[in-house]
């Protein structure tokens, strides 16, 4: 890993990437945590699993580490309001994080059409530099402060089959970054 940017032998970026139960977590160092995501999308080798905590989502960062050939499994902010688009079986749901820069509600609404289209098998991938399609896992973790309230995670996966990984499974590799 010294060749990359953002190893452990690479003091000028100020970034470590870790290996930890098989995946890899990113922690920016003198950057800032989306300027991290720019040094992991030069990545040449696919890393298994690139997990984020909810202050380094944003879709410029997403897009960007998708291009690494990593599976993606980030906290979002609870109030990020994506569009659903399917249900799964296991409780998770399929939702579409659109560019922010899209503001028309015409193309947003064939955006979310699309993505749909793709939950069920059918068309095309969306244009990445429009949108991706994630898979949403949210759960209550109560008392973590032990100031009587609990606590709900949001996550956003690139992993969107449940038989591929469960929700128990995706929550369990998220607070074992």
């Not at 160092?29 to 989502?57: C, I, M, S, W």
């Not at 979002?76 to 569009?83: I, K, S």
């Not at 709900?152 to 449940?162: G, H, N, R, Y």
Request: aromatic residues 4%; proline residues 7%; charged residues 25%.
């Amino acid at each position: 890993m010294a060749d990359r940017p953002g190893s452990d032998d690479d003091p000028k970026s100020g970034t470590t990437a870790a290996s930890a139960r098989g995946g890899a977590t990113a922690r920016g160092e003198d950057q800032g945590q989306r300027q991290t995501v720019k040094a992991l999308a030069g990545f040449r080798v696919p890393l298994p699993l690139l997990t984020a905590d909810r202050n380094f989502h944003s879709f410029e960062a997403w897009d960007l580490a998708t291009r690494s050939g990593a599976a993606l499994l980030w906290r979002a902010p609870t109030g990020l309001g994506l569009p659903m688009v399917k249900v799964l079986a296991d409780g998770t749901y399929l939702a579409v994080l659109i560019n922010p820069a899209i503001r028309g509600v015409r193309h947003r609404a064939a955006i979310t059409e699309t993505a749909r289209q793709i939950a069920q098998g059918q068309g095309p991938e969306p244009d990445p530099t429009e949108a991706h399609l994630v898979r949403v896992v949210e759960y209550d973790v109560p008392d973590r402060g032990g100031n009587g309230t609990g606590e709900l995670i949001v996550l956003l996966s690139t992993i969107c089959d449940p038989a591929a990984a469960r929700a128990d499974e995706l929550a369990d590799a998220y607070h074992q970054r």
